[in-house]
Every structure is written in structure tokens, then in C-alpha cells.
């Protein structure tokens, strides 16, 4: 039964060799955790690992590597759900939720991949002001455009993606190696921090924010999408080769993260808290502070490393709001059109927040897109259990009894700490809001007890009720019973014409399909500067051209026997051409493709889709 492909362009495009070779073959899976893992090095954990070195020198080194560990559990689960079941996470939500569900849970994932875009867009705007000084509102506005750099490697195939995403994560790597031997940690009490440790209240705030801030929903998104790209036997054979070198994949990619995330850490604890500086929470102090204590060199890498990451995970959060959008709606919009869409969304608060309250607020915002991560989370963390546990949906490769355990384990904590955060953050903002705006305090409350029923609603359904879990995967509707099955037959047929090399095939396709019985309007339409300014009242030479050639191509084809009419349309063909067919009495409408598509669509625009969903009439599209 055919099905809308998670990330159909580029599904199923790398070839997997047969496993002969372990380092060949390994290699081929190598790439989608390392394009995840850009997720738990953003520029929003830098906050919370900076606090927590500053403020508690190497003790929370632990709790990156339990973070690190939860997280390699969850995208491990995502992998699965993505090879046995070739679905993303968000199309194994829609098919398995009623809509009334999917639709809060569709909007909760885009704001949760706009919150995590707001958080790369600071941060990537922070680089570039630390860097050349840019003016942050200025850093803000060019984070508009690396939206083309996501639509020019999509378009160059899945791999030349995951090969710059893996350059930006070097320079983020080596970055913080030289870091490192700049600040000279002690290495006694590195391995200290790895020891577990009891937890005060600031510890523990910090350490909730490094756990929330390190488990992004949209990576697993993302993860159970990306590993779809590689074409793999789909034997159990294939399928369990697969799961095993992808698990590699991302322990390797995951482990790299954590080191990012502890080398953070760990230059905070010893350049600020080995020299007092205990209470350095903000990314613009800390390069302050790196440049007063360690001179040039160390704050110009921490700022290079900086915009790496904001520019590595803004190409992976805009990816994954497409796998959202496809997943849950079943809706495909121009890609360009659905970066554009979701950078607006995280452009537009940072800008107000820089205009009105000040770029020393940013560091809020920062917090503040953690937060609404953290609410979030528990929708696809969730879920995700509950697919890959189900015996229906996974067969023999669902979680064993272990594996399950584990997970549940896993959601519990992260819902706790989450709702803990949560709360807090809930109290500090009525107690900044002060007495009265009692109708925005009820909001709020009235908006987390929705998010806490849909919640539990989410989490207790599939245990109650097993019965959508057999359901099909029907996107497009069930096939019809066909009936009195005959021959079409076209009396007046439309088609295009452009005076180009098109015009042939175009041409003759057309009188193929009606012959000497039907009726055929050529249409031309002149897009001259003039044209679209006077229509019809233009007298200019490209007009005059366009009648003589369209009058050509009538008498040749009314000498051939066809019955000929033409019409002469003015302005853009993309809005001309539907006006003229749905006025005009014909059944059928060829076009000529012009063949070109990415940048040059964006540049000249695709005339043939804007035309096949505004006329009424099916319409061959020639090439």
C-alpha cells in the first residue's frame, strides 16, 4: 500500500553494500546521529553548562553523562521506529492518535522545534557579535538567510548534508580541545566529577536544566526520519544489521556531544570557578571573562565555536519542523517557504526582546526556549515507548522487558525534573507579574492543566485501549470500487506555448490525445515589464512578435486538418494562464516543464505547480 515517505526526497537514497566488510559497511550509516547530535551541543546548553562549571566547578560532570546516557536510550528507540517501521515519529503519532490529540500535539512539536530555533538564532547572533562586534540586531537578521544553505544541500543529496554538519561539529570539537589546553583543567578532579554526588537546591535547579536543556523532542523527530535514508534489505536479517550499525552510529555521535558539553563545563569550572568568578550564568560573560583571564586567543575560539553551533543545529531544526508539518498534517509545502516559516517564528520574539528590553535579556531568552523544550518533551518521549513496546507495530523487534524498564525509567525522570523546572519557572513569572493580571495567571494555569490531562491522556490511552494500534496506515483514504471504465474522450484541449524548443513535444502530445475530433486553444502569455503593467493596451515589439508566431503555429496546424483558436494572455503565466482556463469550456491542459528547479525556482518561480492547483481541469505536464 503506497504511502507519503518520511522525507521522500531524499528516502531510502544511500545505498547500504552487504555487510562483507564491518568498517565499509559501517560507514555507510555513518552520518544521521552525528546530524542529531548538533541538537545536544546548541547554543541553549551552553548557558547551563557555563552555570555549572562557574558556580560548581566539575561536580555535575555526572549528570552529563547520565544525561548523555538517557539520551542515547531514546534515540536508540527512535532508530527502531524509523527502520522496522519505516515511519517518523510524527506519522506513527498520527497514526495511532485520534486527530483531536494530534492536532495540540503537532502544535506543541512546532513551537517546541521554534523555541529550540529561538535558542540557535541568539545564540549564532551572540557569535557574530563577539566575533566582529556585530550589532546583535543585525546577527539576528542574517540568520534569515542560512535557510538557502539548508535548501542548496538538500537539494545535493542527504550526504553532502551530513559531510558539513560533521565539518561544523569538527570545529566545534577542536575549538574546545584548544580551549582546554589553554585553561589547563586538573585532571584529579575531572575524574572526581564523574563520581555521583549529593545535590543542593542550586545544584539541583542547574542540573534539572542540564538534563532538559540535553534531551531534545526534536531529535527524535529527526532520528526516526534520517535513518530512513539508507536503502537497506528489509529482511529481519537486514533490518536488525541496520538497527545494530546505526546503534554504533550514535553512541560515537552522542559521546561527542557529551564531550562538547563536558569541555564546557569543564573550562568554566577551571577558568572561572578556580579564579571565584562563581556566579558567570550568561554566554557574554563568560567570553568576557575568558579574554580578561586567558588574553585573545581563547575567547575568539569560544565565539567561532559559538556560530558553528548555532549554524550546524538551525539546518537540523528546520529539517525536523518538515518531518513535523509532513508527519502529523500529511501536508508538503515548498521547503523554502517552511524554513522561511519557521525562522520567522524564532526571529520575530528574539528581535522584540533585543528592541524593547535590551540585548543584556537574551540570556533570558535562552532560559526562557529551555522551558518550553522541557514542556514539550514528554509528548515525544512518551509516544516513542509506547510504538517501539507495541508488539502489533514493531513485531519481533519491539522492546524487551529490560529495554522497557529502562525507558519508563528514563520518561519518569525527565517528566519529573521537567515539571519541577517548569513549576519553579511558573512561580518566578507570577512573582514577577505582581499583584492583579489575574486573567493572564488564569491563562497560564488553564494552559498547563490542558498540557497535563493531554499528558496523562497520552500516556495511560494505549494501555486502555489497544484497538488504533491495528488500525492501517491509510494516508490518502481506502481504494474505490471502479466502475463502468471507459475511454476519455477530450473535445477541446489547452496548451501552452512558449516559442521554445518545448513547443514540439508539447504540441504533439496534445493532438495525440484529442486528434482531428477536438478543438485546441494555444495560449501564449507576454511577462514583459510592460505587459504586466498595461495588459492588454501593450504595443511593444515583443507583443507584436508573440501574435505573429502564435498566428504561424495556427495556420500550419489548421493546414494539418486541427481545429485551431488562440489567445494572447499578459503578465505573470502562473496567475494568467488559470484565469484563461477556468473561463474557457476545455477538459484537458498540457504544459511544457521548463526543467529547471532549487535556486532557479526560487529566482524565476515553477509556473507548472501554481497552475496545476488553481484550474479545474486535470493537466499533462510534458518534458
Not at 521554445?500 to 486553444?521: C, E, F, P, R, V
Request: aromatic fraction near 10%; proline fraction near 3%.
Amino acid at each position: 500500500m503506497s504511502r507519503e515517505k518520511s522525507l521522500s526526497e531524499v528516502n531510502r537514497s544511500i545505498a547500504v553494500p552487504a555487510p562483507k566488510s564491518f568498517w565499509r559497511t559501517m560507514l555507510a550509516f555513518v552520518g544521521p546521529a552525528y546530524m542529531v547530535s548538533v541538537g545536544y551541543m546548541d547554543p541553549g546548553n551552553w548557558a547551563t553548562d557555563i552555570a555549572g562549571g562557574s558556580k560548581f566547578g566539575y561536580q555535575l560532570i555526572w549528570i552529563l553523562l547520565m544525561s548523555n546516557i538517557m539520551a542515547l536510550l531514546l534515540q536508540t528507540l527512535a532508530v527502531k521506529l524509523g527502520v522496522v517501521k519505516g515511519w517518523d515519529l510524527a506519522q506513527a503519532s498520527r497514526q495511532q492518535y485520534p486527530s483531536w490529540v494530534n492536532l495540540p500535539l503537532y502544535i506543541f512539536a512546532e513551537i517546541a522545534i521554534a523555541a529550540c530555533d529561538l535558542a540557535e538564532v541568539t545564540g549564532m547572533a551572540i557569535g557574530l557579535n563577539l566575533l566582529f562586534g556585530l550589532p546583535m540586531i543585525y546577527g539576528i537578521l542574517i540568520t534569515v538567510f542560512d535557510s538557502v544553505i539548508l535548501l542548496f544541500l538538500l537539494n545535493k543529496g542527504i550526504r553532502k548534508m551530513e559531510i558539513f554538519i560533521l565539518s561544523l561539529i569538527s570545529i566545534i570539537g577542536l575549538s574546545f580541545i584548544v580551549e582546554l589546553f589553554i585553561s589547563k583543567p586538573v585532571a584529579g578532579e575531572i575524574v572526581k566529577g564523574f563520581v555521583p554526588s549529593s545535590l543542593n537546591n542550586d545544584a539541583l535547579y542547574i542540573a534539572i536544566g542540564i538534563i532538559g536543556a540535553t534531551v531534545m523532542p526534536h531529535n527524535l523527530y529527526l532520528h526516526s526520519s534520517l535513518v530512513q535514508t539508507r536503502r537497506i534489505e528489509r529482511s529481519d536479517l537486514g533490518i536488525k544489521e541496520a538497527i545494530k550499525f546505526n546503534f554504533f552510529d550514535s553512541a560515537i555521535a552522542l559521546n561527542l556531544a557529551f564531550f562538547v558539553n563536558a569541555a564546557i563545563l569543564i573550562l568554566a569550572a577551571s577558568a572561572f570557578y578556580s579564579n571565584g568568578f562563581n556566579q558567570v550564568s550568561s554566554i557574554q560573560d563568560a567570553h568576557k571573562l575568558l579574554k580578561d583571564i586567558f588574553g585573545n586567543s581563547a575567547p575568539y575560539l569560544f565565539a567561532i565555536a559559538l556560530i558553528a553551533a548555532g549554524q550546524s543545529s538551525t539546518i537540523t531544526g528546520t529539517l525536523a519542523g518538515q518531518i513535523v508539518m509532513e508527519g502529523y498534517l500529511n501536508l508538503r509545502i515548498s521547503p523554502r517557504i517552511r524554513r522561511l516559516f519557521t525562522r520567522l517564528i524564532a526571529i520575530v520574539p528574539t528581535l522584540l526582546v533585543v528592541v524593547y528590553f535590551g540585548e543584556s535579556k537574551l540570556n533570558d531568552l535562552l532560559i526562557f526556549s529551555q522551558v518550553i523544550l522541557s514542556m514539550q518533551l514528554g509528548f515525544a518521549v512518551i509516544p516513542l515507548i509506547h510504538f517501539t513496546s507495541s508488539e502489533k507495530i514493531m513485531g519481533i523487534f519491539k522492546n524487551n522487558f529490560l529495554l522497557k524498564c529502562f525507558a519508563w525509567i528514563t520518561a519518569l525522570i525527565i517528566i519529573v525534573l521537567n515539571v519541577k523546572l517548569i513549576s519553579e519557572e511558573t512561580v518566578r513569572f507570577f512573582i514577577y507579574l505582581g499583584e492583579g493580571n489575574y486573567l493572564l495567571k488564569m491563562g497560564v494555569v488553564i494552559l498547563l492543566l490542558f498540557i497535563s490531562a493531554l499528558l496523562i491522556y497520552v500516556t495511560v490511552e494505549p494501555f486502555i485501549s489497544r484497538s488504533h494500534i491495528a488500525k492501517k496506515y491509510v494516508p490518502h483514504g481506502e481504494a474505490v470500487e471502479l466502475q463502468n471504465v471507459s475511454d476519455t474522450v477530450y473535445r477541446k484541449i489547452a496548451l501552452t506555448i512558449d516559442f521554445s524548443a518545448h513547443d514540439q513535444s508539447t504540441i504533439n502530445n496534445a493532438l495525440s490525445l484529442g486528434g482531428k475530433n477536438a478543438t485546441y486553444l494555444l495560449i501564449h502569455i507576454v511577462e514583459s515589464a510592460g505587459a504586466i503593467g498595461m495588459r492588454e493596451e501593450i504595443l511593444d515589439n515583443e507583443t507584436q512578435y508573440d501574435k505573429v508566431n502564435l498566428a504561424k503555429y495556427k495556420t500550419e496546424l489548421e493546414a494539418m486538418g486541427y481545429v485551431i483558436t488562440t489567445e494572447l494572455g499578459f503578465g505573470k503565466s502562473a496567475r494568467v494562464i488559470p484565469g484563461i482556463i477556468n473561463r474557457s469550456d476545455v477538459d484537458l491542459l498540457v504544459m511544457g516543464a521548463h526543467g529547471h528547479k532549487g535556486l532557479k525556482d526560487f529566482l524565476f518561480g515553477s509556473t507548472v505547480d501554481h497552475v496545476r492547483h488553481n484550474v479545474k481541469v486535470p493537466v499533462l505536464i510534458v518534458k
